[in-house]
């Protein structure tokens, strides 16, 4: 299967920017959409951006939207979240997620981390005030 490797995370004031990058192993990235979710103790995971694995689209969480931009880099097997404006309630562990059908659906789909077939270990942002 898919070994994905979440980085780039760390403590820093709101107003802040910060990018994740999540490296993956195996040929097949490229054929992949790609999301990332976030989770803070004690809440459900929480979707964050996807894209397709031809990046014809990106969709968000309307808690991330205009601040947030998900963007991939197929030659490198790398997913990107740069994270701009951060605000304290970003603090969560973030993770990096592979969806292996690749197909085109309702922005609602990726929204579900149940139709994710692979995650990295996650990343830890906090954002203070």
């Known amino acids: 299967q898919v070994r994905m490797v979440e980085s780039g995370g760390g403590l820093l004031q709101a107003g802040g920017s910060l990018r994740l990058s999540c490296a993956a192993s195996?040929?097949?990235?490229?054929?992949?959409?790609m999301g990332w979710f976030r989770q803070a103790p004690g809440k459900e995971r929480e979707f964050v951006a996807a894209?397709?694995?031809?990046?014809?689209?990106?969709y968000y969480a309307d808690s991330v939207k205009g601040r947030f931009t998900i963007s991939r880099d197929n030659a490198k097997n790398t997913v990107y979240l740069q994270m701009n404006n951060l605000k304290p309630e970003d603090t969560a562990v973030y993770y990096c997620a592979a969806e292996r059908s690749a197909g085109d659906y309702s922005s609602s789909y990726y929204g579900r981390a149940r139709v994710y077939d692979y995650w990295g270990q996650g990343t830890q942002v906090t954002v203070s005030s």
């Open positions: 894209i397709r694995w031809n990046a014809v689209n990106t």
């Open positions: 195996g040929r097949t990235f490229s054929s992949y959409n």
